[in-house]
DNA sequence: TTAAGTTACGAAAACGATTAAGTAAAGACA
DNA sequence: TGTCTTTACTTAATCGTTTTCGTAACTTAA
């Protein structure tokens, strides 16, 4: 492939030369900038990276941190969609997107590289983590080290971080249900993640300012996107001496779990029982009935979250570390209905 | 960061030295390689990805091209599953992912780049081509190109590809619904795609070879992954004075269109009319009824992708241009019944 | 003892760019 | 006329590696 020097040769003039003309420097007249232009059409010129980013110490590329467990994370609905989100932004903003990953591979140079080793290795000029177990020693080296970091729905130590307003959602979605006349609502609920905590813990205090009394066999610790296991804590609910008027799903995806046990018992939503679940995952307006939930921004989380990184690379001296909350907002749909019992 | 020139001079040894010592080479002595181990260890050295692929005229980073409609193609789930697999092959063969675009970022170095271009500039071992329009002159231009291309779900000249069995798939689905007993099969088909040409091909040619007659009025254009025209599509067949007993769609989510617009006429699936849909995604298992669907095996697409392109890259001299069928497989569900009209 | 072979290292070029500093030529000005 | 600017380049160093070709020092064999 065609450099410099070949542009030079052909022109008759330095390297420095082309290198100004090409990048439309002041200090080149313009036959000469036209002349090299042409002759680097002519044979084909193309920039390397590798040899800028070893020059300039910038590689215009960020590293993305997204696994779920034992996959990459790209099939996670949520995820994909925030990361398309991030992907667009940095990509207008001439950043490239790559993967960090610790394989492995038996014999290559990437064999048993940590993450943090791997984003050194690529020079990333940033990297955005989101969708990991954030308990894992390599993430914690990895938000620890000096390359510019954005974390998605967890907060860090001195690190920028983009949440969802999972504490609001979950209020104003039980405060939702509770207008519709729920008095008995049950919260099938995540586990391990902080996320999941906060989401709780706002169930509980939302319930408590609402007056409404929550026995603890209401609330079950469950997973997120395991329908298996949302369709067993439906039935439990269901199986209760005094069972709820309303169940909330720690996503939309476990209240296709709960639809699934609740219709196998030939009861109706939202008629006999009604179901809310949490994201607003577009498959959740079509199924029926339109299923109440909570959406979260998928877009706005991902595009803040490429923005505040892409300032925190090109201005480290002046950025500032925020946790930056994204906005929820209840999806009404249908599967919630008015309860009069 | 430190460098191959630090750890040199903090050893005392020349930087070729160094090199061949981390490079595990012969003619090191094991007390040297020792030493230098240690002060790369001690002083933080992390090899420079641009300074070896500089030198080496190798990335080991693959170039993906996934762009959906206006979007980049990630949270198109059949894709994202492909690519999940695609990735997991890669990154255990050493290989990492960095997505191709051809952003007009104003200003940045990626501005105005095409596909081919910015392939070039990142110098991609390989590249990797889905879910694109093929008729895009920027595509073509790639995949025109030097850079080893594999393509999905696509034929292209003189370049690899994977493709589903589509044409397999839409036969057995037919004929598996010829079985159940239907005699009146329509057909609601995606457009534009060579993949969506072979399927309706398919579908035309298994109902000739069942001796099914296929009115006009039952094969509808509509797109893939559109719920409102699958919508409409189905209350057209359904508003037929001969109306079919069973319906194909061109996608699980399209089928979900289908439901809708069947359930609001207060019919039952699959007891007053049969669905089935296309791809085998998850969620399809877990609806009620259990969709019957084409799975589509996208962890094979994903690996076999992965390892064709890796193969070409290794051994351009010996690897041979391929176009390799991965088999789909009828998945029942109940959303097809037994007919007896 | 000497020639040949082995071992362990170093020197230097090269990959493809950027950029600070230097310089020749032309024009401006007193 | 001589000096000062400006213009339009060139020179050369540098980024962090890899890799070819030397070359000492030591060993082995005859």
Known sequence: MASLKDIAKEC?????????????????????????????????????????????????????????EARSGLTHEFFARILDSFKRTAEAHGYDITFINSSSANGSRLARMSYLEHARYRRF??????????????????????????????????????????????????????????????????????????RLSSFYRTAEQLGLEVPDAYVIPSDYRNLEAACRATEQLLDLPDPPTCILYPDDYSAFGGIKAIRRRGLRIPEDISIAGFDGTPIAEQIDPRLTTVAQNTEEMGRLAAMHLIEEIRHPKTSLVEVITV?????PGESVGTCRK
Chains 1, 2 share one sequence.
Do not use: M
């Open 12 to 68: 008759g003039v330095s390297v420095a030369t082309v290198s100004k003309a090409l990048n439309d420097q002041a200090d080149i007249s313009s036959q000469t900038k036209e002349k090299v232009r042409a002759a680097a059409e002519r044979l084909g010129y193309s920039p390397n990276a590798a040899a800028i980013s070893l020059k300039t110490d910038r590689t215009e590329n960020i590293g993305v941190l997204f696994v779920d």
């Open 327 to 331: 906005g929820t907002e209840v999806s």
């Open 125 to 198: 000029d940033g990297v955005v983590i989101a969708c990991v177990d954030f308990t894992d020693p390599e993430v914690i080296e990895l938000i620890g080290g000096e390359i510019p970091v954005v974390t998605i729905d967890h907060i860090f130590n001195n690190r920028t971080a983009i949440l969802s307003d999972n504490i609001g959602g979950v209020k104003d979605l039980t405060t939702y249900c509770y207008n519709k006349g729920h008095r008995k609502i049950a919260f099938i609920h995540g586990s391990k993640s902080t996320v999941a905590q906060n």
